[in-house]
Structures are given as C-alpha cells and as structure tokens.
C-alpha cells in the first residue's frame, strides 16, 4: 500500500471532522449553466415575455413542436434502446449484436472504426494496425454478409454509423448485401450517419474535403429519398461538434448550419423540400447539466419547426419535426473513479428522455478507458432499461414544459443559438466558415476554456479536481480486448479477396462508376453494382476522388490498381 | 539539457486516429508555459516522427492517441529512436489508455502517460522537473 493510501485510511478510521463540519454548510461555487448563463434563484411568472402557449409552445406533436413531436410521446412507443457497437472484425461486432439482441436492446446500431471512415480497405498500410481498434472495418461485401448474417433486414431498424464520404459505400454494401438476400429495398428501415461535412472535425479531413463532402452525402440523400423511403438518411451530426468542448446553442448553432449545406445542396438538385426533409434527423448530446440539455432539445425543435416552414416553406408537418438520437457525452466521462461515470451518463440519459428523444445512446462507464467490454455494455443497456421501466418518466409528454425555469432557460438557449447562426452568416455562411477554418478557431478557443475551467475549478468534476482519491483501477469489470487474431484474418481474407476476384466484371463497374461521376450523375447505383462486383471501400472512394482531382488515396500511401 | 534554454517539445498524433481536442490544449498549454513547441498534427508514422524530433532537436515527444492504437504504435517509435541513437528524447504520451497498459508502456521507456481528467499544469510540472535533470 503506498503512502497516500495509508494516509487515507487512517483519515477513514479517524474520522476528518473539520472538513465534514465545513461540508455541513457548504452552498454551491456557482449558479451559472454549464454553458455559462447566469441563473436567477427562483424563475417565476414575469420572467418570460407575455407567453403565447399555441404558437411558442404548443401541445406536443403540435407546430412549433416545442414539447415533442408526438402527441403522446413514448405511451406511443418507447424510444429506440440502440446500444453503439462495432469491435474487432466484422464477425466480433456480429455476436456483440446478438448478445444485445439477446438482454433487450431494440435497435441494432454499428460503428466504423478509423480505418473504414477514412475510407481504407482493411489491407491499407496504414489500416493493418487499427483495424478493428475502435469500430468495425466493412472493406467489402463479404464483411457486411457477415455482419447482417442471419438478421432479418426486413424487420429490424439498423443504426449504420459511417460519417465520412465513406457513407456512401456503407449505404451501397448494405443495399448490395440486402438485394442479394432477395429483400425489396423500399422496405428497408433504419438510418446511416452520412454527415462528412462535420467529420472533418474529427480528424478526417483527408477522407472528407469539402466540395467531395457535400456531394457523397447528398448522393445518399438524393438515392434515400427516391429508393429507401423508410430510411433516414442522415443523422447530422451536432453530438461530435459538441465533443469539441463548444456550448449548447453551439451545438445547435453549428448543427444547424451544416444541415442547411446538404438542404441547399438538394434543393439546387431539384428536390421539392417536403420529398426529403420528412427522412431527415440528427444525432445530439446530453452534456450533465440536465436542465439546459432539455431546454437545448426544445429549443431545437421550435427553431428547425420555424426554419423549415418559414426559410424552406415546408408544408409537411414531418418536414417541420426535429427528430434525434442522443449520445450521452463521452468527454464528460473521466478515468478517475470510474464507477461515477455510470452516474453521469444515467443523469445524461435522463436528460434525453426528459427532452422527448426518439433513440438512445448511454455511454459504458469504461469509455474514457476502452472500448466497452461486455459487463459495461450490458450495464450502459441496463441503465436505459431502469429509466424506461422503473422511472415512470414515459407516462407524460415533456413533463417540464410549462416550468418558468425551462420554458425561460429554453427561451434563452434559442436567442444564443439564433446569434451563433447570425455570425456564421456573417463570416459568408456555414462552408465559408469551413473554407476560412473560422469554425476550427471557435472549436479551440472554446477547448481551450473548458480546461481552464477545469484547471482552476471553474468546473467542478468529481474525481478530478474535487473529491480526489489515489486512483486504483480505471477498469474494475476489465478491459475490452480485441483480438488481433481476428483483425488479421479480416486482412488475409481482404487481400485473398482481391486475387480471386472476376475482374472483368470488376473493371466494368469501377468504369462504369468513374463515368457516372464525371457525368455528374447520383453515384450510389454506381457504387451498388461495383459493391457487387466485390469492389472494395477504397476502390470505390478512391475512384470517386480521382475524378474529383484528390489522390485515389486519402493517405497518399497507395495507387489506384485500375490502369484503363 | 542546456539551461536557459527553452524546452523545445514535439507534439504529435501517430496514426489514424482523429481525435486532436486533448492535443491542441496540451500543446496550448505547454507554449503558454514558455516552451517551444512544434505540433506536428494529425496522421503521423512512427517514422516521421522520431525524424520530425531529431531533425528540430527536441527535448521531449508528446504523443497522443485516443483510439487504442498505442500497444501497437508507440513500442514502434520507441524503437526507431533507439535504432536512431535518439534514446535521450524523453517520450510521453496521453489518451485513452487503460491503466493496465501503463506497465508496459513505461517498460519500453515511456516517461509518463497523462489520461484525460489530467490537469495541465502536472504536464508542464512534470516536464519541467523530468527536463531538468
């Protein structure tokens, strides 16, 4: 036992009064929201301007939609129990679904690792060592047959988390898989990230220039709209801008204008807003401070309600509905003490239901460490279940509307967010101020606060700047480990692939993709048939980006292999 | 090192993995500590950086990864060093990296490994002290 330790166990056995006496009369540092706003002590009546309930507020399921966008909130249905998964190869993450399937998860929801977002084959040089390390790797059709393998695609709602321009692919490998299974792909239901505008912030900017951004996610859109009609298409991506360490009406602000870049983009396409804005949605944050979290989603939805019928002239009341999955906030989770992360993110999760969320996220308390191991994952399950069954917070829509803190703090949130849009507007709009990098000076000076905060105990995080212990283990249920076995098959069986594949019929398709491309056409049936063909994640990408003057190779480590 | 010298610090993230918010404050932190610090940026090799370090004549590597790539990719910097005769560059890291890989990150001479929750001022603290010896 090292010295802290016994130090700290003999302050146990003697008791630390005078701390505890202090404790007795302890009041709060602050009375500011995490996003810093000043709060009053008691919100009352004459607190919000002259309030008019049918048009601010309105029942839920009711224009503005402030209070949700169903009547009847979850005593229609629950909200969608979909647990994050994606780990080592794709026959990992396959029993790691059936594991949830098997303790009540409801939606099936997988993510790609780094290699797959950037758009690499599982056999890329830089790929050999990561695949599998943070998500899972789809390279060709063969991985996505075994990650669907024996689930019925006709009847669940599958969750497939590609932000980057590899969204396009992932779309196209599940099409593929799912027309090869004899399925009518109308009927298919679910969503896919395809947000690579905002994946740039995550470090994938060789995977997700601008102009090639704008144009695969909308390709997605556009082929969704017109083939998947129960697909969603997107889920903008406001969580990860969030992670930045920006605020709440930021998080809106931002989400927001990067939203409107693919809106405007298939407006000039010729679509009418009510064709595809009804398959629209969004992937949001629960930070800890949970009633500005709540006030943040109402918030939300009265604006893209009024930005929808008032600056696209919707007329589709599902047009006008901000629909959302939440993702309880990984960056609020710390390794010190690790058990209080389960707290966290069931405050968090709270939040999101207490918001009116469609589907939810929570966070396994070994994020800061690892990926989930099973314990956790089934834990992070368990504390969306105890909410839902237990906490009777399903029984009544919005149930802190009409509370003068939310409905003022609400008010608030909107104004901020409505003044992040206006100076987005003024530096030139969203991809002016991606084009500039002005939006990645904002990520970091806001970082930049939230560490002086916590260095000088602006914030307060219990287990890292109060309430410290000597840390012990960061991971008491283990840690996650992935097999590099595995990870190593998935490779041998990539380039096995590649040497047996019929290339003629290949080479068809990779041209047949690169002219369609130059013809400016929707790439997407393009991408299906070369997916077919055994065409690979990085061949098909790598095609595309050519003809958009990138090199074939987001790393600029290999060559393109079709010499025609 | 030499005193009165500024702590000349290479900061870098090796591999694929994106997530660059923890490493941009570091590096903040560190040049507002008076230090001189060269961010390298995102999708480095292993050998682009120990080249990065000998060629600016750094005192210290910081190395961050958040994807649970660092069994893999630090040994293989830790080696490039020694195979460089650059072993004296003092080698630290940060990121998500549970405890139980800390053993044998140090082992391959790895300084320190600084997790998220860590407060700015024990890396600047701990470099100062470690650099000064």
């Known amino acids: 036992m090292g010295e802290a330790n016994e130090k700290a166990a003999q302050n146990t056995q003697e008791g630390n009064w005078d701390d505890y006496i202090k404790a007795y009369y302890e009041k709060p540092a602050s009375f500011k929201s995490w996003s810093g706003y000043d709060l009053k002590e008691i919100y009352k009546p004459g607190d919000r301007p002259e309030e008019n309930y049918e048009q601010n507020i309105a029942d839920a399921g009711t224009y503005p939609y402030t209070r949700g966008i169903h009547s009847n909130m979850f005593r229609g249905r629950l909200w969608t129990k979909r ?208 009633f500005e979290e709540v006030a943040k989603i109402r918030a939300a939805r009265r604006m893209w309600a009024r930005l929808m019928k008032e600056k696209y002239g919707a007329k589709n009341p599902k047009s006008m509905q901000f629909r959302f999955a939440v993702h309880t906030s990984g960056c609020s989770l710390v390794p010190q003490q690790p058990f209080n992360n389960m707290t966290r993110i069931a405050y968090q999760a709270l939040a999101a239901v207490l918001g009116g969320v469609q589907s939810l996220h929570c966070c396994s308390y070994d994020e800061p460490m690892c990926l989930p191991t099973e314990k956790a994952h089934l834990q992070a399950l368990r504390t969306q279940q105890i909410l839902a069954y237990e906490t009777g917070v399903t029984n009544v829509a919005d149930p ?165 | 090192m030499s005193r009165g010298r500024k702590k000349r610090i290479l900061i870098a993230k090796p591999g694929l993995d994106g997530h660059d918010r923890g490493v941009k404050v570091v590096a903040r932190a560190l040049r507002n500590a008076g230090m001189e610090v060269i961010y390298a940026g995102l999708h480095q090799t292993p050998l682009q950086i120990v080249s990065a370090a000998i060629d600016e004549d750094v005192d210290a590597i910081g190395l961050s990864i958040l994807s649970g790539a660092h069994n893999t990719i630090f040994p293989k910097i830790m080696s490039f060093l020694k195979d460089r005769g650059a072993s004296d560059i003092l080698v630290f890291g940060g990121g998500t990296i549970p405890k139980k890989d800390l053993e044998n990150l140090k082992s391959l001479g790895i300084g320190e490994i600084f997790t998220t929750g860590t407060d700015t001022r024990a890396i600047i603290d701990y470099l100062n002290t470690t650099l000064e010896r």
């Open chain 1, 83 to 290: 647990e994050v998964v994606g780990i080592g190869s794709p026959a990992d993450t396959h029993e790691r679904l059936k594991y949830l399937s098997q303790h009540g998860g409801s939606g099936l929801n997988t993510i790609a690792d780094v290699t797959y977002e950037m758009g690499l084959d599982a056999d890329h040089p830089w790929a050999v060592d990561e695949v599998g390390l943070t998500g899972v790797n789809i390279t060709s059709i063969k991985d996505m047959e075994t990650l669907t393998k024996d689930i019925p695609l006709d009847r669940v709602s599958w969750s497939l988390i590609t932000a980057s321009t590899a969204s396009s692919v992932t779309m196209a490998q599940y099409v593929a898989v799912a027309q090869n299974a004899g399925y009518d792909v109308g009927i298919l239901r679910g969503s896919i990230q395809n947000d690579p505008i905002h994946f740039r912030y995550c470090g994938f900017g060789p995977a997700c220039p601008l102009d090639l951004s704008i144009k695969l996610g909308s390709d997605v859109m556009e082929y969704c709209t017109k083939n998947l009609p129960k697909w969603y298409y997107t889920t903008v991506n406001m969580y990860d801008l969030r992670e930045q360490g920006i605020t709440a009406p930021q998080e809106v602000g931002y989400g927001f204008g990067i939203a409107m870049c693919y809106i405007d983009e298939l407006i000039r396409r010729g679509l009418d807003i009510d064709e595809f804005a009804p398959r629209f949605t969004f992937y949001v944050s629960c930070h800890v401070d949970i």
């Open chain 1, 400 to 564: 802190l509307g009409g509370s003068y803190y939310v409905e003022s703090l609400t008010d608030k949130i909107e104004e901020e967010a409505f003044k992040v849009m206006k100076e987005v507007e003024d530096v030139g709009g969203m991809e002016e101020a991606i084009r500039t990098e002005w939006l990645d000076r904002q990520f970091e000076s806001e970082a930049v606060q939230r560490q002086k905060e916590l260095d000088n105990g602006g914030k307060l995080v219990v287990g890292v700047n109060v309430f410290t212990t000597e840390q012990e283990k960061t991971t008491p249920l283990g840690v996650q480990k992935i097999s590099s076995k595995s990870a190593k098959q998935q490779v041998e069986a990539v380039r096995t692939l590649k040497q047996s594949r019929d290339t003629d019929r290949l080479n068809d398709a990779i041209k047949r993709l690169r002219d369609d491309t130059n013809d400016s056409k929707n790439v997407i049936p393009a991408m299906i048939e070369a997916t077919r063909a055994s065409g690979t994640t990085g061949e098909l990408l790598g095609t595309v980006r050519e003809v958009f003057g990138y090199p074939y190779d987001p790393m600029e480590t290999i060559k393109s292999p079709f010499n025609f």
